[in-house]
C-alpha cells in the first residue's frame, strides 16, 4: 500500500482512505471476499462490507453472484468512464440549481444585503487579496465585464498567450461594445500569433522593460500581481485588486509614457 500511490488515488476518483485501499487491493487481486480484501488492505473487516458496498454503488466493483460472496474489480478504464459521467451530471445539476438561484426570493435577500452593506463602504478602502490563478482568472472576467471605456494590460509573454486562451472572447465583446484595449509585453516565439488572433480587437505593442503584470480598467479599478510569472506556480501565484482612481490613474500615466516610446 504505497502511500503516494494511494494518495494520487483518493484524489483523483474522489475516494476516502478505507475505499482507496480496498479497491487497490481487489485491483491487485482480482477476485476476492470481504475477508480477503480487508486482510491485504489493512481496513478493518467491520468496515470493509460498507466500503464494499459504497464501491459497487459507484461503480468501481461487481458481486459475483454465489457463495460465498466475492466481487470483482471493473476495469479502470472503464471506472473513468463512470466517473466522469457522474462527474459532469452532478456539475449539470448544480449549475441548473445555482443558475435558477437568480429568480428566487433567496437570491433578492443576499443582493438587498450586499447593496445594503456596500453603502456604508469607503470607496478608497475598497481592496481585496486574490490567491492562486483560477481566482485571478475569474476575477478579471468579473473586473473585465464592468469596462466602459478603456482596459490595460502589462503581462508577460507566457501571461500574454494565457489571457488570450481565456479571455480572448470577453476582449471581443469588449471591443465590440467601444472598449479601446491596449496589451504590452514582451513578444517572441511563444507568442508570435497573438498580434493576429487579437486583430481588430486590441493593440499590442511589444514593450521589453515594464516587467510588470497588471489589468487596468477604465482608469480606476485595478488589478495587479505581486510575483514573478517565472518564479511562482499556478496555485501561489497572488494578485491584489483595488479600486482607487488615484492610484490606478498614476500608473496610468506610467503606463502611457512607456506605450509612446
Same mark, same amino acid.
Given at each position: 500500500m504505497n502511500e503516494t500511490f494511494l494518495k494520487r488515488l483518493r484524489?483523483?476518483?474522489?475516494?476516502?482512505e478505507y475505499? *482507496?485501499? @480496498?479497491?487497490m487491493a481487489l485491483l491487485s487481486?482480482?477476485?476476492?471476499?470481504?475477508?480477503?480484501? *480487508?486482510? @491485504?488492505?489493512?481496513?478493518?473487516?467491520?468496515r470493509s462490507y460498507d466500503v464494499l458496498e459504497s464501491l459497487e454503488k459507484r461503480g468501481f466493483i461487481l458481486m459475483k453472484l454465489g457463495k460465498p460472496i466475492k466481487y470483482l474489480a471493473v476495469e479502470p478504464q472503464e471506472v473513468i468512464s463512470r466517473v466522469k459521467k457522474s462527474v459532469l451530471d452532478h456539475a449539470d445539476t448544480k449549475v441548473k440549481t445555482i443558475s435558477e438561484l437568480k429568480d428566487t426570493e433567496?437570491?433578492?435577500e443576499l443582493d438587498f444585503l450586499f447593496k445594503n452593506g456596500i453603502e456604508h463602504v469607503d470607496p478608497s478602502t475598497v481592496s481585496g487579496s486574490i490567491k492562486g490563478r483560477r481566482n485571478l482568472y475569474d476575477h478579471m472576467e468579473t473586473v473585465l465585464k464592468d469596462a466602459k471605456k478603456s482596459v490595460v494590460i502589462s503581462t508577460t509573454e507566457k501571461g500574454l498567450?494565457?489571457?488570450?486562451?481565456s479571455l480572448k472572447f470577453m476582449f471581443k465583446n469588449l471591443?465590440?461594445?467601444?472598449?479601446k484595449i491596449k496589451i504590452a509585453a514582451p513578444l517572441g516565439e511563444n507568442s508570435k500569433g497573438i498580434i493576429n488572433e487579437l486583430k481588430g480587437i486590441a493593440?499590442?505593442?511589444?514593450?521589453?522593460?515594464?516587467?510588470?503584470?497588471?489589468?487596468?480598467?477604465?482608469?480606476?479599478?485595478?488589478?495587479?500581481m505581486l510575483t514573478d510569472d517565472e518564479k511562482i506556480t499556478d496555485k501561489n501565484d497572488i494578485g491584489v485588486w483595488i479600486n482607487s482612481?488615484?492610484?490606478?490613474?498614476?500608473?496610468n500615466s506610467l503606463f502611457e509614457q512607456a506605450w509612446s516610446k
Open positions: 484524489s483523483s476518483f474522489d475516494l476516502n475505499e *482507496a485501499k @480496498i479497491w487481486k482480482g477476485i476476492a471476499t470481504a475477508g480477503e480484501l *480487508a486482510d @491485504i488492505s489493512g481496513v478493518p473487516r467491520s433567496f437570491f433578492t498567450v494565457r489571457k488570450v486562451d471591443s465590440k461594445n467601444g472598449v493593440t499590442v505593442k511589444n514593450i521589453d522593460g515594464i516587467n510588470s503584470r497588471f489589468i487596468l480598467v477604465d482608469g480606476s479599478n485595478l488589478m495587479f482612481p488615484f492610484f490606478a490613474g498614476t500608473l
